[in-house]
């Protein structure tokens, strides 16, 4: 009966691993025509961060990287994607784009394994259906999605098992088990540190209330400090190997309290609480304006305040990302509360579902953590209501086909929206054909050692295709780093230009630097880019030294080339670019507030063009009124292509002392409004008007997607 039992179980695995994977198709039968979507003869990824590990995989799978150029070569999912790289008879780009969907898929074995031991696998099978294709766990799994979220989810979901079956069958095994699950989790995401120490707390909190007398959890517990410890993978396998072999020897019992005190010490001593700490300050108390005390006392922008999912979300959109539907959700705290009654072991899930409820105030990416949880909740909850069905029926016939009427009902209303919502959750690929075959032709024209200059959302794409350094990038974007980035694009091409240099080449030395720092018994202090060039040009103000890039600065030698990238999609984004940029160093505060408006909606009329949200044309006057407000357009442009596809613009000046310019960009059918300052900025005058100073820059690629431009100095 047993073997049949877990041939059940493990035919529901297969259909659910099945099921999740078919789902994920959906997005490759709605795109198989998109030939816009396709390189190298295989769909492009959909996630910026996914070209990170793409470069670390590719560049152990060539041998070669260049140094300080941030590839993750020693990195898990790099890793992982070289070895499969290496079995698997696929592309490369093939095997990164599927990997997801297998990999993510994969979530559907730990819960049945919960359920199984539960006794309840129709439970464990409902359960994983929603689980797979839960509304944020499939955006962050889908087809293309190739980051570390493809097993996120899958290892704290299968701790959560081990940890379960510990507690309720105290076998020896599962500590070692639990133990190897932590280091394998930690080697995948090393972010792991706060949900293993709240496993840790609540496993705790659990021995002292149900099993004060039981040795068994203090074991648990010493084993998880032992694995959580920041040493080295080798050193805490070891680790836990040895102390597994102690723990089977049975007069060592009674020093388990002794081990568990050298096992805490060792923990905090290797790291400890410092992680988790640095993940809440990142995560939960946001400030708006970073401080730098190296050097000057710098203020530079808070990235997490432009981040959307690292923002506040509204109670809806929490539940429907963690279970499809408000109801559903509600359901799913209902079921767990009832699951927790009936199995004490269930309680674990609490750290899962407590990231999950930190979305509400952390950002709507945590809300991914609480769907396994919620998933079985809800699953149980509607296999207690079909039990108590049979028992309001005398005919138990007509029972079981009424509780089998409702089980398959409710299941389908649980899945349906979320099935719905792949369907329409049409993500495009990070960049197009067009985009990346320029990129590709740039890659074989320049070196790896050049920087290319562009908005962080396009660092880990342009590393990947064109093979150079980034400046800023998807991990790499603090309110420090972001500032210069936004400075070069968002004022005059002179000051972008020496920007440029000076960032390029201090990024260089500060690299430098800090590898001699590891081998000094006294360290070089390194400071901020911004305040220490401001300190070596000589100037105990930043904002002085940015007001002196307009004058002819003496710059540093020149080790490398440097090139601009400009895309077309940054437009929407450009307003975002420039708060970072847009306040005053020495104070926090904002120095100006940019006139910056786009819009593809507008209604052509005699007298007047209609742009939206109160704002017409006077075509007699031409000055654009603004709410109760007219103010006299400077200059008004309309650029374009010819029969040949040469770059052409028309322009006309019409009030000398106009504060806006109005810009048609024909091709795109948008309209641009911006003030005299955004009109002046390098973006502006080199992707938008392709006006490129001589004396700074040079063109390299202009394409209507992206331009490309190369420093002079």
């Known amino acids: 009966m047993d073997l049949r039992y877990k041939s059940y179980v493990a035919l529901y695995c297969l259909i659910a ?8 198709l959906i997005w490759v039968y709605q795109f198989s025509d998109f030939e816009s979507f396709h390189y190298a003869d295989t769909f492009m990824i959909n996630t910026n961060d996914g070209y990170y590990w793409a470069e670390g995989a590719r560049d152990l799978l060539a041998g070669v990287h260049q140094k300080f150029d941030g590839s993750p070569i020693d990195q898990a999912p790099a890793q992982l994607t070289f070895l499969l790289a290496k079995i698997v008879p696929v592309s490369f780009e093939t095997l990164i784009f599927y990997m997801p969907a297998v990999l993510g898929s994969l979530i559907v074995f730990p819960m049945m394994l919960i359920a199984y031991n539960l006794g309840m696998i129709e439970v464990g099978f409902l359960a ?56 394998a989790y930690r080697w995948w995401y090393p972010q792991s540190y706060s949900l293993e120490f709240a496993y840790l707390g609540l496993i705790l909190v659990y021995a002292l209330v149900f099993e004060r007398k039981e040795s068994f959890p203090i ?56 992680p988790i700490w640095a993940q809440l300050k990142s995560y939960v108390f946001k400030d708006a304006i970073d401080v730098s005390q190296q050097g000057l006392e710098l203020h530079f922008f808070s990235v997490n305040q432009t981040i959307r999912e690292a923002g506040d979300i509204p109670f809806s959109v929490f539940a429907e990302r963690i279970s499809g539907h408000t109801i559903t959700f509600v359901a799913s705290i209902v079921g767990y509360v009832l699951l927790v009654r009936r199995y004490k072991a269930m309680l674990l899930g609490l750290p899962l579902m407590g990231l999950g409820f930190l979305a509400l105030w952390g950002g709507l990416r945590f809300t991914i953590y609480a769907v396994p949880v919620c998933a079985l909740g809800v699953a149980y909850l509607l296999f207690i209501l079909s039990s108590s069905i049979t028992g309001l029926f005398v005919n138990e016939t007509l029972g079981r086909i009424l509780k089998s009427s409702f089980v398959v009902t409710a299941s389908l209303a649980v899945l349906y929206p979320n099935v719905a919502h792949i369907i329409e959750y049409r993500v495009p690929t990070v960049l197009n054909k067009t985009e990346v075959e320029q ?35 998807g991990g790499k974007h603090g309110g420090d780093v972001n500032f210069p980035v936004s400075f070069m694009l968002t004022n005059t091409q ?12 201090y990024t260089e030395k500060a690299f430098v630097t800090a590898e001699e720092n590891e081998t000094k018994e006294h360290p070089k202090k390194i400071i901020n880019n911004t305040a220490q060039m401001s300190l070596d040009y000589g100037f105990n103000n930043a904002d002085d030294f940015l007001d002196a890039l307009q004058t002819p600065l003496s710059l540093p030698q020149k080790t490398r080339e440097i090139y601009f990238y400009l895309p ?5 984004i450009f307003p975002t670019v420039a708060q970072f940029s847009n306040l005053d160093l020495m104070s926090g505060k904002t120095v100006r507030h940019p006139f910056f408006y786009e819009t593809s909606r507008f209604q052509d009329g005699a007298k007047l063009l209609q742009l939206g949200n109160g704002i017409a044309l006077d075509k007699e006057k031409g000055a654009l009124k603004i709410g109760s407000n007219e103010v ?58 392709e006006n490129a100073d001589g004396r700074f820059f040079e063109p390299i690629s202009l394409e209507p997607y992206a331009k ?3 420093l002079k100095i």
């Open 17 to 24: 691993f099945a099921f999740s994977i078919a789902i994920r």
């Open 128 to 183: 994983s259906l929603l689980a797979s294709i839960a509304v944020s766990y499939y955006n962050r799994t889908m087809i293309g999605y190739y980051d570390t979220d493809m097993l996120n989810i899958v290892f704290p979901t299968l701790l959560l098992w081990s940890l379960i079956l510990a507690l309720r069958t105290k076998e020896d095994k599962y500590l070692l088990i639990t133990a190897v699950e932590i280091i």
């Open 219 to 274: 074991k648990l517990i010493a084993m998880m400090l032992f694995a959580m410890m920041g040493l080295p993978i080798l050193a805490r396998l070891i680790g836990v190997s040895v102390l597994y072999a102690l723990f089977k020897q049975k007069k060592l019992a009674s020093y388990v309290w002794y081990i568990l005190a050298i096992g805490s010490i060792l923990f905090f001593a290797t790291g400890g609480f410092s």
């Open 439 to 473: 990129l590709s032709s740039l890659r074989n024209n320049v070196g790896r050692e050049d920087y290319i200059v562009t908005w962080w959302d396009y660092g880990y794409p342009l590393r990947y295709y064109a093979d150079t350094k980034t400046l800023i990038d």
């Open 494 to 505: 002179e000051s972008a230009a020496r920007l440029a240099r000076l960032e390029v080449e």
């Open 568 to 572: 077309f999609r940054m437009l929407s």
């Open 632 to 689: 006299g357009v400077r200059t008004f442009i309309q650029t374009g292509y010819d029969e040949r596809g040469t770059f052409v613009k028309q322009q006309q000046s019409l009030h000398p002392n106009g504060e806006l310019n109005v810009i048609y960009m024909q091709p795109y059918n948008t309209f641009l409004i911006v003030d005299n300052a955004m009109f002046e900025s390098t973006y502006i005058q080199l992707f938008v008007l």
């Open 708 to 710: 490309i431009y190369r």
